[in-house]
Nanobody
Framework: VQLQASGGGLVQPGGSLRLSCSASGSIVSINAMAWYRQAQGKQRELVAGISSGGRIAYEDSVKGRFTISKDNAKNTAYLQMTSLKPEDTAVYYC??????????????WGQGTLVTVSS
């Protein structure tokens, strides 16, 4: 299974970006997709997650600013980020929890996309 993340870049404070994460490969069902981020010198943290049933969770600092969504037909998750702050600067990673045709459960990570919020 491969995850392709895209959409990062340089944006001014207060701006917006939309990240995309597309999964491909031997996926029969997806249990959940999530976005994590890791700022320089800090641990990786969960930003937002969405389950197969549509349950959503956000890290406190992004509530009201970030929106996670998914397109089941495309095995793709999105992270719409608005009102971006310099402290949102980080490498953003997508993550997928899925099952294959033998009903084995796996977790896979994307390659990361850099988001820089700076004037």
């Amino acid at each position: 299974v491969q995850l392709q993340a895209s959409g990062g870049g340089l944006v001014q404070p207060g701006g917006s970006l939309r990240l995309s994460c597309s999964a491909s490969g031997s996926i029969v069902s997806i249990n959940a997709m999530a976005w994590y981020r890791q700022a320089q010198g800090k641990q990786r943290e969960l930003v937002a997650g969405i389950s197969s049933g549509g349950r959503i969770a956000y890290e406190d600092s992004v509530k009201g600013r970030f929106t996670i969504s998914k397109d089941n037909a495309k095995n793709t998750a999105y992270l719409q980020m608005t009102s971006l702050k310099p402290e949102d600067t980080a490498v953003y990673y997508c993550n997928i929890n899925y099952r294959d045709m033998w009903d084995h459960e796996y977790i896979s990570w994307g390659q990361g996309t850099l988001v820089t919020v700076s004037s």
